[in-house]
């Protein structure tokens, strides 16, 4: 299991409400892919060393689960956590929590393709990039609860 972090923050501004009163999809995923950036820069895959040995982060699959409405005013935060790393692709889940209620509102999971852009095609992911999600992982039972109070406290699992 690895340990979820904090990857975006931010406000639900009117101009993005839909026909429905609610935020539009299209925000939904601007908001995850904007966090995706922060959370593969914890990886050390950042936007200067992509460009900078012509690689890119391709996404292959995102599926999004929108559970509870989100309207203007609302703030919220997404947590990452790693789901898996393969030879050349990453797995990971975003959840997007009300900050307020601490409601977990939408996830979004993705699968990305770590990709050669010369060659046009997948390539090994970086040997820091497997270090650094070794060190993403739980190294007990233990994981971190919000409460309601704007703290979070790390609590066993059974």
């Known amino acids: 299991m690895y340990t979820p972090v904090e990857t975006y923050r931010g406000f639900v501004y009117p101009w993005v409400i839909d026909h429905v009163g609610h935020m539009n999809v299209q925000f939904y ?3 995850f892919d904007e966090a995706s950036w922060h959370f593969l820069a914890q990886l ?3 936007p200067a060393f992509l460009k900078r040995n012509a ?15 989100v309207l203007a005013g609302t703030l919220i935060h997404i947590t990452s956590e790693l789901v898996s790393l393969g030879r050349t692709s990453i797995r990971f889940v975003h959840r997007m929590f009300d900050s307020e209620t601490r409601e977990e509102v939408a996830v979004s999971e993705l699968v990305g393709v770590y990709f050669d852009t010369d060659c046009r095609a997948a390539t090994p992911l970086p ?20 409460s309601g109070d704007d703290t979070a406290e790390l609590v066993a699992i059974a």
């Open 29 to 31: 995923t601007a908001r």
């Open 44 to 46: 050390g895959l950042t």
């Open 55 to 69: 690689r890119a982060a391709v996404a292959v699959d995102q599926r999004t689960q929108y559970k509870r409405e």
């Open 127 to 146: 040997a820091n990039v497997h270090g650094r999600a070794g060190e993403m992982l739980t190294t007990s039972a233990e994981v971190l609860v919000a």
